[in-house]
T-cell receptor, first 116, second 114 residues
Framework: AQKVTQAQTEISVVEKEDVTLDCVYE???????LFWYKQPPSGELVFLIR??????QNEISGRYSWNFQKSTSSFNFTITASQVVDSAVYFC?????????????FGTGTLLAVQP | DTGVSQDPRHKITKRGQNVTFRCDPI?????LYWYRQTLGQGPEFLTY????????KSRLLSDRFSAERPKGSFSTLEIQRTEQGDSAMYLC????????????FGPGTRLTVT
């Protein structure tokens, strides 16, 4: 069975602090994709990143960076120098690469509150 | 705007009424998904279309739920005889061919059953 766990329910930081959101996944599949989505108060899920199981290189995009470690089944997300606009719920998700559907399995999300 | 659109954005209905939601995917995307999200939870998969064919339905999709994508473009999700437990955000997503593509979500329809 596939499962995504985001143990941090809520995180509160002060602007300009760095923050890391944890994601741990379970799957028996050898080929899969991992995703991060942002859900601001408006409700729309915004796609942030996709990572396939063959590529363990870390990725950086501006203030965002992602650390993928297959050995610990983790795909953590770090925001550097957080800003108030980063306040949102962040979801980690998993999908099986070879499936016909490629439906996403989501974690329960982490609510990030960035205080000014 | 070339993103995924959903209509209506909000729907309040009385228990027992039927409701229908519409999703217009990104035009070149032939894959379409419906998810349901309840408060404090991540989205949960409901059903999947490839072109006009409905290829998978979740066990969450009871007999009161039906989804269609008649011409492989827009999709509708109908809930018959709504119950209070149906109150949730209903999200539509689309993606292009190839598993490497991410799913792009619409703004959702928030359903409240009173």
């Amino acid at each position: 069975a596939q499962k995504v766990t985001q143990a941090q329910t809520e995180i509160s930081v002060v602007e300009k602090e760095d923050v890391t959101l944890d994601c741990v996944y379970e799957t028996r599949d050898t080929t899969y994709y991992l995703f991060w989505y942002k859900q601001p108060p408006s409700g729309e899920l915004v796609f942030l990143i996709r990572r396939n199981s063959f590529d363990e290189q870390n990725e950086i995009s501006g203030r965002y960076s992602w650390n993928f470690q297959k050995s610990t089944s983790s795909f953590n997300f770090t925001i550097t120098a957080s800003q108030v606009v980063d306040s949102a719920v962040y979801f980690c998700a998993l999908t099986f690469y070879g499936g016909a559907t490629n439906k996403l399995i989501f974690g329960t999300g982490t609510l990030l509150a960035v205080q000014p | 705007d070339t993103g995924v659109s959903q209509d209506p954005r909000h729907k309040i209905t009385k228990r027992g009424q039927n409701v229908t939601f519409r999703c217009d995917p990104i035009s070149e995307h032939n894959r379409l998904y419906w998810y349901r999200q309840t408060l404090g939870q991540g989205p949960e998969f409901l059903t999947y279309f490839q072109n006009e064919a409905q290829l998978e339905k979740s066990r969450l999709l009871s007999d009161r739920f039906s989804a269609e994508r008649p011409k492989g473009s827009f999709s509708t999700l109908e809930i018959q005889r709504t119950e209070q437990g149906d109150s949730a955000m209903y999200l539509c997503a689309s993606r292009g061919a190839g598993a490497s593509y991410g799913q792009y979500f619409g703004p959702g329809t928030r359903l409240t059953v009173t």
